[in-house]
């Protein structure tokens, strides 16, 4: 079973200071608010954890994991997207730019053509 599943399963609440969240909200938040509220759910994990000789691993501990996981995995997505998002905002800039050198190499051609070819290229349209 998939961390998504688990957590809906679970029907997993986040508490933060600007609201409380589904899973499904995670997606709309920025990645500093998310951000902020791993950190917070680390926090809680590692005052949850006291050391132990034995398993002692509390339910509490498996949801505060989910969560981490959960939120983890969607910083990521959302950082991969961006990244996506402005190189495909890059190779559009390139692109209008090198489809203008084009064409001014293109009129150049023109340009330098004769009389008698220029009348050529005319008829040929």
Known sequence: MNIFERSIRAKLRFNHSQGRFSVEDLFDL?????????????????????????????PENTVIELKISLIKHIVESKLVAKKAAELRALNKEKK??????????????????????????????
């Open 30 to 58: 920025d990645v500093v608010l998310l951000d902020s509220m791993y950190k917070k759910l680390n926090k809680d994990l590692g005052t949850s954890n006291e050391e132990s000789l034995l398993d002692t691993k509390t």
């Open 96 to 125: 209008t730019k090198l489809i203008a050198y084009l064409a001014d190499k293109q009129d150049e051609g023109l340009k330098n053509l004769s009389e008698e070819e220029l009348k050529a290229k005319i008829e040929e349209l």
